[in-house]
């Protein structure tokens, strides 16, 4: 029996300590008596310190302490507290202990002191080995630093997505003890590299290979998180992963935007690096990816809003819906990639959808936008339905734009009355919540733009009919003024002739004048109410309405001969009178002062002329005038020739003019015979 087994035998109380430390349960326990000599260690001890109970009953604790590796300063404070216990200046104390026992170890000691029941008092210190807490609190003290600085940086307006990326990458490769940390894009079957981390120099920005034989094959065809803690053995030395690039491990998680696949968050070392991942550091990871998918999905939604706001600008340039269509067709492909789109508008007098505009690639892969009837298909039914549809498989859909084409899904964007957009999608690319969402708020944009479009072509035609109305107005002006002037006058100087001589003569000419000037303003705001009165025909003395206007025109120098029994005509006397007057003042006022003026009958007897011994005038107004009822003729000829021309086709005269080699000539064709007087 060793010295130990004697100790405890032949000490009073060893039953007694046995017990307590039975009942503690813990790692392993001693006793040291108040000089510091072990006097007792339990089978667990000796287990854990790898040593046996006779190298350690009856040394020191120094000697034992030093036996373990324990350092200077650790056996200070044991000293001490041993020395404070024995003293009764504390009652217990725990320590803990860093130690080398085939690995490192973290000790928790507690000791304290027990009086025996001789009254002798003894310091029991019972152990717990608590590397794999200390681990887990270490372990849970790195989450919490990592998942902090992911914060701080995802939080830190002033960093750009690539910034961002590039410092979570070094922070998760420092979290993980790895050295390459990558994101990567995936496109058609190719994986290239965005942000990357480390020197291995296939894993650098802009880098790229066939997703086969790539170790994120596996990462996308799950659905959760990859971790290769031995990629050599799970993949094979022979794979094509492994042989490229040579990684003993790998951890990865996929990065997606709304339900789209973006690429992929990882983590990997060199061939010789074998790594365990724990819960905690995989749960870190997916977060990570997660956090990428996040960033990646607001970048988006921010360039996305970013480009509807440039479209805006732009649709608020297009003056037609056609080139309303143009931008919406083009912006369907520039921000959604959605490059086979076409446009309808609909024709609300035809009941039809009438294609406005298309790509280059829709007309190349399914030809060129049919015109669509009422109940045509799915198109009619979007349009009908004014929502916003997304149909992920058409494959076997009778009724579907893009009929004869590989692409499966559609999605149709209507434009409330005005049309719908349609596009159809190919490869890969899938149609998300995102894009939804955005399209709506295309939809929306192109829709305000063709209604705007609409509103300005109604102004414009309104405006045009304004022009209108006011050029027929200043016309209306121009003439009642020009006419009316005529009477005025001659009622003006038969006043004054009156004034002077008293005669009833005279007041019976300003009576009549006057008298004219009602029938006048009768008749023009007839024609101002657009209810202008036919042509009221008489027998009328051609050389009495000569002689009236004559009087009317101010004529100064002037003078005018008539040719004797000029005879009678059919014809309405105001329009008549208003004629002559407008002839005989357009003589007066382009001839010199002492112009002659001359009427007569036309050597068939089947009209008359009025002719004077002016200038004549240029090629230009006599084609003109000889251009009855052309649109332009007012501005050409002036207010009053125009009147001429107007009163000639009320009757159904014809009207000639040329200039002679005695002056200015008009000629009227009645296409009857002037009636001789008798």
């Excluded at 920005?205 to 803690?229: A, D, F, H, N, W």
Aim: aromatic letters at 6%; one cysteine or more; proline letters at 3%.
């Amino acid at each position: 029996m060793d010295a130990g087994d004697n100790a405890a035998k032949d000490t009073p109380t060893g039953s007694s300590y046995y017990r307590a430390i039975v009942e503690t349960g813990l790692d392993g326990a001693f006793v040291v008596d108040p000089d510091g000599v072990i006097i007792y260690v339990d089978d667990s001890l000796c287990s854990l310190l790898g040593r046996d109970r006779n190298e350690l009953v009856g040394t020191t604790f120094e000697t034992a302490a030093k036996s373990v590796l324990v350092g200077p300063e650790a056996y200070d404070r044991f000293a001490t507290t041993i020395s404070d216990i024995s003293d009764g200046d504390v009652a217990s104390r725990t320590l803990s202990f860093d130690v080398d026992l085939e690995g490192s170890h973290v000790l928790d000691i507690k000791v304290a002191r027990h009086t025996r029941e001789d009254g002798a008092a003894n310091i029991v210190g019972v152990v717990r080995d608590v590397t794999e807490r200390e681990r887990r609190a270490e372990a849970a003290e790195q989450d919490q630093e990592v998942l902090a600085k992911l914060y701080e940086i995802s939080g830190d307006a002033s960093l750009t997505f690539d910034e961002k990326a590039e410092r979570i990458l070094a922070a998760g490769c420092a979290y993980l003890d790895l050295p390459y940390g990558f994101l990567t894009r995936i496109e058609d079957d190719v994986q290239q590299m965005v942000h990357t981390v480390g020197d291995h120099k296939l894993l650098q920005t802009g880098e790229s290979v066939p997703v086969e034989q790539s170790y994120c094959r596996r990462t996308i065809k799950t659905g959760g998180l990859v971790g290769m803690e031995d990629a050599r053995a799970e993949l094979g030395a022979d794979d094509p992963a492994y042989e490229r690039f040579e990684l003993g491990c790998y951890i990865g998680t996929k990065v997606v935007i709304g339900e789209n696949l973006y690429g992929t968050f990882c983590f990997a070392g060199p061939k010789d690096q074998n790594q365990r991942f724990t819960p905690s550091q995989r749960e870190v990871v997916k977060l990570l990816g997660q956090w990428s998918s996040y960033e990646l999905e607001r970048q988006q939604v921010e360039a996305r809003l970013r480009g509807l706001h440039r479209t805006s600008q732009r649709l608020l340039l297009a003056e037609t819906t056609a080139e309303v269509a143009e931008t919406a067709v083009q912006v369907a492909t520039e921000l959604f990639a959605l490059p086979m789109t076409a446009c309808w508008e609909y024709d609300s007098d035809a009941d039809l959808l009438c294609p406005l505009a298309e790509t280059d690639e829709a007309v190349e892969r399914v030809g060129e936008t049919p015109t669509i009837d009422r109940g045509g298909g799915l198109i009619w039914e979007s349009f009908d339905d004014d929502e916003t549809r997304h149909y992920d498989d058409l494959t076997d859909r009778p009724g579907r734009y893009s009929q004869g084409t590989d692409a499966r899904a559609e999605v149709h964007v209507p434009l409330g009355t005005h049309g719908v957009i349609v596009s159809a999608v190919s490869g890969s690319r899938t149609i998300d919540t995102v894009d939804i969402e955005s399209l709506q708020l295309f939809g929306i944009l192109v829709r305000e733009a063709m209604a705007g479009v609409k509103r300005e072509e109604r102004l414009a035609e309104r405006g045009e009919v304004l022009q209108e109305q006011n050029a027929r107005l200043e016309k209306f002006v121009d003439v009642a003024a020009h006419d009316l002037r005529n009477p005025l006058t001659g009622a003006i100087g038969w006043l004054e002739i009156a004034r002077q001589s008293d005669e009833a003569e005279a007041y019976d000419r300003v009576e009549r004048s006057l008298e004219r000037m009602d029938d006048l303003v009768g008749e023009l705001l007839s024609m101002a109410r657009g209810d202008r009165q036919p042509t009221k025909r008489r027998p009328v003395s051609l050389q009495s309405m000569v002689e009236e206007a004559w009087d009317y025109t101010d004529a100064g120098e002037a003078t005018l001969s008539v040719e004797s029994r000029l005879g009678e005509i059919q014809a309405d006397e105001m329009r008549l009178l208003q004629l002559f007057g407008n002839l005989f003042r357009n003589s007066i006022e382009h001839c010199p002062d002492d112009v002659a003026v001359e009427v007569g009958r036309l050597p068939n007897g089947a009209g008359f002329y009025v002719a004077d011994d002016g200038p004549g005038l240029t090629e230009d107004l006599l084609v003109s005038l000889n251009d009855i009822g052309a649109e332009d003729q007012a501005t050409a000829i002036g207010i009053g020739l125009m009147s001429v021309t107007d009163i000639i086709i009320g009757h159904g005269w014809d009207l000639s003019v040329a200039n002679t080699d005695r002056g200015l000539r008009f000629e009227v064709r009645t296409g009857e015979q002037l009636t001789r007087p008798k």
